[in-house]
């Protein structure tokens, strides 16, 4: 079929360049990855701090990697220089500035359409990650302060009042990078920050002891207000406080909408999957964080991608051992 894509991959995470990496080291052609992002690991770049630590067995939890992209610890810079030099060095065509609206199976492919147009394709794997869509709180965000709302440093300057809320290791790294030219509090309902890694726990713990990061434990926040232009915060058990500006790190939801409405079934608020990562819809895949109960694990994201490679491989050749058919020979 005219302008046919072998495999089309939503997101360029990861997941979603391990999956084209691979896909092309076994011989498939015509593979697109599209981003709705101006560059790949667009959660990297707007997520993390710099100079943030990359663990490949992120808390902990050790993967043995399965394919050819051999990545190991390191910072966000040098995370985003090894995905770099891996696209360079492979022909996938990036397609940037695109954001997918809706997949529809077609009798024997896939029509992808986005705010670029549509793209078809025999094989689509979505890839897209939780903070894509970062948790929201459940009280309305007034809008004449939602610019002094954030889920992002980007807006962050110096010398202003700031509550940070969550307790995971975007929110304790948020809180100890801006305690140095911010007066920093945390916010976290719970009574430690047990989720976060053993160094954050120790960066915070200093931090709160010198002085330089105060900690509301065990605290909810009931809502926000605007106070002359300013947030004022109210706690459930603490009196309400006026802040400059407020920071949550609450973490992502999976995109169960636009999942839900390409057919993909949702279960738990996860997309149903068998063990080649192949959805309800025949030819059609998930890997990455949106497959993972908290997501995060670059090392499971590209494991994911070497097996749906070689699961779709499978599928365009006439035996395991053959040649990758033209698409047009695909039955």
């Not at 894509?5 to 080291?25: D, K, M």
């Not at 709160?208 to 926040?221: F, P, Q």
């Not at 365009?316 to 033209?326: F, G, M, V, Y």
Request: charged share 25%.
């Amino acid at each position: 079929m005219e302008n046919m894509h072998n495999l089309v991959i939503i997101g360029a995470g990861p997941a979603g360049i391990a999956t084209a990496i691979e896909s092309y080291i076994l011989g498939i052609r015509d593979i697109l990855l599209l981003e709705k992002d101006s560059n790949h690991n667009a959660t990297i770049r707007k997520y993390y701090k710099d100079n943030k630590r990359v663990d490949k067995d992120w808390k902990g939890q050790k993967v043995e990697l399965d394919g050819n992209i051999y990545f190991v610890d390191g910072t966000k810079e040098s995370t985003l220089d090894f995905f770099d030099q891996v696209l360079q060095h492979h022909s996938v065509a990036l397609k940037t500035h695109t954001e997918v609206q809706k997949i529809v199976k077609k009798e024997n492919y896939f029509e992808v359409q986005s705010t670029g147009g549509i793209e078809k394709a025999k094989f689509v794997v979505v890839t897209i990650g939780r903070m894509g869509k970062p948790n929201k709180p459940s009280y309305k965000i007034p809008a004449s302060i939602k610019k002094r709302v954030n889920f992002t440093l980007d807006d962050c300057t110096s010398d202003e009042k700031i509550l940070v809320v969550g307790g995971g290791d975007s929110a304790i790294e948020y809180a100890v990078d801006l305690a140095d030219k911010n007066s920093v509090t945390i916010c976290y309902r719970r009574e430690s920050f047990h989720r976060a890694n053993p160094t954050n726990q120790r960066d915070i713990a200093d931090a709160i002891a010198n002085g330089a990061v105060r900690a509301y434990l065990n605290t909810d926040i009931i809502a926000i207000e605007d106070k002359d232009g300013k947030v004022k915060v109210i706690f459930d058990e603490k009196e309400p406080e006026v802040f400059d500006r407020v920071i949550y790190a609450i973490g992502g939801t999976t995109p169960s909408t636009f999942l839900q409405s390409s057919g993909i079934e949702i279960k738990d608020g996860k997309p149903v999957h068998d063990q080649n990562y192949m959805t309800n819809i025949e030819g059609l895949y998930v890997a990455g964080d949106i497959t993972q109960e908290r997501g995060g694990s670059i090392a499971l994201g590209l494991n994911h991608g070497y097996a749906i490679a070689h699961h779709i491989m499978k599928q365009l050749t006439d035996c395991d051992n053959c040649k990758p058919l033209k698409i047009e020979e695909c039955k």
